[in-house]
């Protein structure tokens, strides 16, 4: 009971300081990729951090990205997702192999092209580089990355809004007559995800929630709030830990003065007429980034890790 109290408290009290004036990361902080070098020379045996997923981890911006029929790649270090933005605070080196417009089929593999939202275009279509370069699905690669090194002390994943979405733009009710399916067909991809990355992963492993762009909405946040309960059953049947960006970006938007309108609180991205798209903004990432950050440090699992990790260094070093 203390410990759950404690991290609830850590958890609101994450969000209030972001709120009230905690600065975002710069654009380079806690950014390793696959090398993840800290100038030391203690790479090696550097703590590790595997990002995985869609936009939200990926830190997409539509107004960082070139004007189409343009091919002219955006700075792929100018997007800076919640995972960017939690390393530097976990201490550990960054691996983001996130992709924007992954759904839960395309995640596993590169050939169910149709249940592809935008993934495939970028990294095959446009070539437009990812933070991490591979050129298998992003399970193939997770897995292999989770084989080959054995100092990643924590994976963490936003997966299945894409799947939501191709669904609501291919019908007429926002995806409210085939959720049911959706749901079944998400539930059934993200178990055989996480199934295989726990046969070479026996560490941390986080999912982080999606929030609602207007709670008000309220066909778009049940479906997004069935979304998230679909992945917590899925993640705690395999013994892993939910960070709530649905609460968070709630709590965060009721604390700006604006309750239930992420996009009037700043957390979404402003588009130039004014409206906003639902990725995050900077001040919206580092709401995720902060309730991450909290549900990690108040895993006994992290802990222990980290001590084993501190004790090892303190030996050889």
Same mark, same amino acid.
């Given at each position: 009971?203390?410990?759950?109290?404690?991290?609830?408290?850590?958890?609101?009290?994450?969000?209030?300081?972001?709120?009230?004036?905690?600065?975002?990361?710069?654009?380079?902080?806690?950014?390793?990729?696959?090398?993840?070098?800290?100038?030391?020379?203690?790479?090696?045996?550097?703590?590790?951090?595997?990002?995985?997923?869609?936009?939200?981890?990926?830190?997409?911006?539509?107004?960082?990205?070139?004007?189409?029929?343009?091919?002219?790649?955006?700075?792929?270090?100018?997007?800076?997702?919640?995972?960017?933005?939690?390393?530097?605070?976990?201490?550990?080196?960054?691996?983001?192999?996130?992709?924007?417009?992954?759904?839960?089929?395309?995640?596993?593999?590169?050939?169910?092209?149709?249940?592809?939202?935008?993934?495939?275009?970028?990294?095959?279509?446009?070539?437009?580089?990812?933070?991490?370069?591979?050129?298998?699905?992003?399970?193939?690669?997770?897995?292999?990355?989770?084989?080959?090194?054995?100092?990643?002390?924590?994976?963490?994943?936003?997966?299945?809004?894409?799947?939501?979405?191709?669904?609501?733009?291919?019908?007429?009710?926002?995806?409210?007559?085939?959720?049911?399916?959706?749901?079944?067909?998400?539930?059934?991809?993200?178990?055989?995800?996480?199934? !295989?990355?726990?046969? @070479?992963?026996?560490?941390? %492993?986080? &999912?982080?929630?999606?929030?609602? +762009?207007? #709670? /008000? =909405?309220?066909?778009?946040?049940?479906?997004?709030?069935?979304?998230?309960?679909?992945?917590?059953?899925?993640?705690?049947?395999?013994?892993?830990?939910?960070?709530?960006?649905?609460?968070?970006?709630?709590?965060?938007?009721?604390?700006?003065?604006?309750?239930?309108?992420?996009?009037?609180?700043?957390?979404?991205?402003?588009?130039?007429?004014?409206?906003?798209?639902?990725?995050?903004?900077? !001040?919206?990432?580092? @709401?995720?980034?902060?309730? %991450?950050? &909290?549900?990690?440090?108040?895993? +006994?699992? #992290? /802990? =222990?890790?980290?001590?084993?990790?501190?004790?090892?260094?303190?030996?050889?070093?």
């Amino acid at each position: 009971m203390g410990r759950l109290s404690k991290c609830a408290g850590a958890v609101v009290m994450a969000v209030v300081l972001a709120l009230i004036g905690a600065q975002p990361a710069s654009a380079g902080d806690g950014r390793g990729g696959d090398d993840g070098r800290n100038g030391s020379g203690q790479h090696q045996r550097q703590s590790q951090y595997l990002a995985l997923g869609d936009s939200v981890p990926f830190g997409y911006n539509p107004l960082l990205m070139p004007v189409l029929p343009s091919t002219t790649p955006p700075i792929v270090t100018d997007f800076v997702g919640y995972p960017e933005l939690a390393a530097p605070k976990l201490k550990l080196a960054l691996t983001n192999a996130s992709c924007p417009g992954q759904t839960s089929g395309g995640f596993i593999s590169l050939t169910p092209t149709t249940d592809d939202n935008g993934c495939f275009v970028y990294r095959f279509g446009l070539h437009f580089p990812l933070h991490t370069a591979y050129d298998s699905s992003q399970l193939d690669y997770a897995v292999s990355k989770l084989r080959s090194d054995r100092n990643i002390r924590l994976v963490t994943m936003s997966l299945g809004a894409n799947d939501l979405i191709r669904c609501a733009d291919q019908s007429t009710d926002k995806c409210a007559s085939r959720l049911p399916t959706v749901l079944g067909d998400y539930q059934t991809n993200l178990t055989k995800i996480i199934k !295989a990355i726990r046969k @070479v992963y026996d560490g941390n %492993l986080v &999912a982080v929630t999606y929030y609602s +762009p207007d #709670y /008000g =909405d309220l066909a778009t946040t049940g479906g997004i709030a069935a979304l998230n309960d679909v992945t917590t059953q899925v993640i705690h049947n395999f013994h892993g830990t939910i960070a709530d960006g649905f609460a968070a970006f709630a709590a965060a938007s009721k604390a700006a003065g604006s309750p239930g309108k992420p996009c009037e609180a700043g957390l979404l991205i402003k588009l130039p007429n004014g409206s906003c798209n639902f990725h995050p903004s900077p !001040a919206g990432a580092q @709401v995720l980034a902060d309730t %991450l950050t &909290a549900a990690v440090v108040c895993d +006994p699992a #992290y /802990g =222990d890790n980290r001590n084993r990790e501190d004790s090892l260094v303190g030996a050889n070093g």
